[in-house]
């Protein structure tokens, strides 16, 4: 079976400006997931979602793969299923289950994302 980690990131947080790239122990908050998420012995793949080139330039930083949201799919209440949608419409592999991997969980390792998949 192929797992696919999907990390959304937008850019326009209102509670705490910029926080996926706010740093947490001098590493931007994105990290922590994008670092669980290379570690992950289970993971077939996973991408960033974001509509901000500011995480995309972090991000880029950690070698990891990404999509450009639309700015439909980055308002305020735009639930996670289009976003979800819109990443895997552009992909060009199929994958048999999602992993959604939201940035602000920072104390999540690589061990709890292969649990979850075992």
Known sequence: MKFLGIIPARG???????????LVNNKPLIGYTIEAAQKSKLLTNFLVTTDSDEIIEVVKKYNCNFQKRTSENAQDKTPIEPVLFEVLDNLEENYDIIILLQPTAPARTAKDIDNVIQ
Not at 12 to 22: A, E, L, P, Q, Y
């Open 12 to 22: 326009g947080s209102k509670g705490v400006k910029k926080k996926n790239i706010r």
